[in-house]
């Protein structure tokens, strides 16, 4: 796929130089960074992974001019690190000859008819006339008279411009921290300061966008419309990406009867539920409620940061969540949280389920590596494609997640996940996780390969915020 041209970022400017065969540099406005290595190649790999995690860290392609010995051109590069060639050209076309010393012009005086003196290209060898005399008088400190039609060029004008329309004069300066990961992490323990490799780069660039703060709340819609599609880890594990970046973030168990989310968080010291927020939600709502008044609903993630509001547990309760309500546990959550993640139930027919893609900013369709759940989620995408044209919105903009059911599945969860690729903004695989399958889930126990998948996941997700 080509990449828009027209989203492309031009500032700040980008340029890539070559020096030799193990080194090379990058600038980016006024930040420097060189990068060494054992080959060519693999100095312009690292370089152009430099760009990938910068173009990711703004969301869009950039434009680089790069240059080496022989050649300079211009690449577009994505942040999905796609890179085309925009312009290349030789040097060797582009350099003139420059004449021999001995071909050097000199200048030469020439009477003028009247319209000032004239001056004229000569080569060496030629006759200079007064040309030399008129040198002998310099040096002698005997100045050569002006001729009389010849006026003091006048002073160049200066363009005066409007202060509204200046531009700051401060330097862009973007200063990187040292790698803390990586062969150079390890080399900077020892008292170095070698910048980031372009894996580090890229995970602070996710972890940038997890970390922004919104002007507003934010509703995140998790949905596959067949059970045991991994909504409920997914709903966790994004929310305690989110929440450890540092956010202000809710996990809310929108089942209309009886959730699992429950079941795989830290329960507080109440047993409070949304039903109890429903009753309490005239205060909650109101100007004399204290931030510190929602406490007494939700169960605080401790080490993960976030907390979640759990749907009714009692089994023999009779209540079923409707659309009105969704829109006051809405208002309620939206005045205390900044990110909201829904997790829902099956039924995408149910009162509950419509009214929280109405709130819906971002959706997350969840799939596994088995079949019918890839299928539930195509459904769910094709339904809301097919109702109006602001859920088809919703599910062109969609993030796809496939977790893997079982260890050995990562072909499978790759052949899944390139069948969503045509129709969603971004898919993700996550690779299989004994500490995801059963019981609490905390992020911290988690392989760092899982980690990162989520990372890359709610980044993607941010985008769309």
Not at 53 to 74: M, N, W
Not at 199 to 214: C, F, G, K, T
Not at 411 to 423: D, I, N, S, V
Request: aromatic letters at 4%; hydrophobic letters at 40%; charged letters at 25%.
């Amino acid at each position: 796929m080509a990449i828009d041209k027209s989203r492309i970022r031009e500032f700040p400017p980008i340029s890539i130089t070559i020096k030799d065969e193990t080194g090379g540099e990058l600038l980016i406005g006024a930040s420097r960074q060189t990068v060494v290595g054992g080959s060519e190649v693999e100095v312009r790999r690292e370089l152009l992974g430099l760009v990938v995690a910068h173009a990711r860290t703004g969301g869009s392609p950039v434009r680089v001019t790069t240059r080496d010995q022989e050649s300079i051109g211009v690449l577009l590069v994505s942040p999905e690190g796609e890179i085309e060639e925009e312009y290349s050209e030789s040097l060797d076309e582009t350099v003139e000859p420059v004449p021999a010393a001995a071909e050097t012009p000199r200048l030469k005086p020439q009477a003028s008819r009247g319209e000032g003196p004239a001056v004229e290209l000569t080569a060496p060898g030629e006759a200079a006339d007064g040309f030399d005399s008129i040198v002998k008088s310099l040096e002698d400190g005997d100045p050569a008279p002006p001729a009389e039609s010849e006026a003091p060029a006048p002073a160049a004008a200066t363009v005066r411009r409007s202060l509204r329309d200046s531009q700051s004069f401060l330097a862009v300066q973007d200063n990187i921290e040292p790698a803390r990961k990586g062969w150079q992490g390890k080399a900077n323990a020892f008292g170095l300061a070698l910048a980031p490799g372009a894996a580090e780069l890229a995970e602070r660039a996710d972890e940038h966008l997890v970390s922004r703060i919104y002007s507003g709340p934010r509703t995140i819609a998790v949905v596959n419309q067949k059970g045991g599609a991994a909504k409920t880890p997914t709903t966790v594990c994004l929310a305690a990406v989110f929440g450890r970046a540092g956010g202000s973030v809710l996990a809310w168990d929108n089942n209309e009867t009886t959730g699992s989310l429950p079941w795989r968080v830290e329960r507080g010291d109440h047993a409070s539920s949304a039903l109890q927020v429903l009753e309490r939600s005239s205060h909650l709502l109101s100007d004399t409620a204290r931030a510190a008044d929602i406490n007494a609903f939700v169960h605080r993630q401790t080490a993960d940061k976030y907390d979640a509001l759990f749907s009714d547990q009692d089994i023999d309760g009779e209540h079923e969540i409707t659309a009105d309500e969704v829109d006051v546990l809405h208002a309620v959550a939206s005045k205390y949280f900044n990110v909201i993640l829904m997790d829902s139930g099956n039924n995408h027919r149910a009162a509950n389920w419509r009214q929280m893609i109405r709130h819906t900013d971002q959706l997350v369709v969840t799939a596994t590596t088995v079949e019918d759940r890839v299928e539930g989620a195509r459904l769910t995408l094709q339904g809301l494609a097919g109702r109006d044209e602001r859920t088809a919105q919703l599910a062109a903009d969609a993030v796809a997640i496939v977790s893997q059911e079982q260890p050995g599945h990562e072909k499978l969860a790759q052949l899944h996940a390139e069948k969503f690729r045509p129709y969603v903004r971004e898919v993700h695989v996550i690779p299989f996780d004994p500490a995801l399958k059963d019981g609490v889930i905390h992020f911290g126990a988690l392989r760092p390969a899982t980690q990162r998948a989520w990372l890359a996941a709610a980044a993607s997700v941010a985008k769309g915020l």
